[in-house]
């Protein structure tokens, strides 16, 4: 019995080297699981902001380059305009408003 362990080839784990093996993914796996979920998320998160950085650098450039608007901020510009003078009208008729309840509470 002893000639056989002893003949027993060397790329052949040995029963306690799996059970070593099987027992540290066992009580790594909650602890593996998660790090590589979180691993995974912190590189999507620095290629996202990579390509968003190169995304602002291309616009930027090529704004300074050629000394045009992009495409479309006509448009932009045009619905600042509008929110803008909303905004001043809603202004103006709430000093109105109360500017009345002012003068109204007053006479009283």
Same mark, same amino acid.
């Given at each position: 019995?002893?000639?056989?362990?002893?003949?027993?080839? $060397? +790329?052949?784990?040995?029963?306690?080297? &799996? &059970?070593?093996? =099987?027992? %540290?993914?066992?009580? +790594?796996?909650?602890?593996?699981? $998660? =790090? %590589?979920?979180?691993?995974?998320?912190?590189?999507? !998160?620095?290629? %996202?902001? +990579?390509?968003?950085? &190169? %995304?602002?650098?291309?616009?930027?450039?090529?704004?300074?380059?050629?000394?045009?608007?992009? $495409? !479309?901020? @006509?448009?932009? *510009?045009? =619905?600042?305009?509008?929110?803008?003078?909303?905004?001043?009208?809603?202004? *103006?008729?709430? @000093?109105?408003?109360? +500017?009345?309840?002012?003068? !109204?509470?007053? =006479?009283?």
């Amino acid at each position: 019995m002893s000639e056989h362990y002893q003949q027993q080839q $060397p +790329g052949q784990p040995r029963s306690h080297q &799996v &059970v070593k093996a =099987a027992t %540290a993914v066992t009580a +790594g796996g909650p602890v593996l699981v $998660p =790090a %590589a979920i979180s691993m995974c998320l912190l590189l999507t !998160g620095f290629a %996202a902001s +990579g390509g968003f950085g &190169v %995304a602002a650098v291309t616009v930027f450039s090529w704004m300074y380059l050629t000394g045009k608007q992009p $495409p !479309g901020s @006509e448009q932009l *510009d045009q =619905a600042r305009m509008k929110l803008g003078m909303k905004a001043r009208e809603m202004k *103006d008729k709430a @000093e109105q408003q109360f +500017g009345q309840h002012q003068t !109204g509470s007053q =006479a009283s």
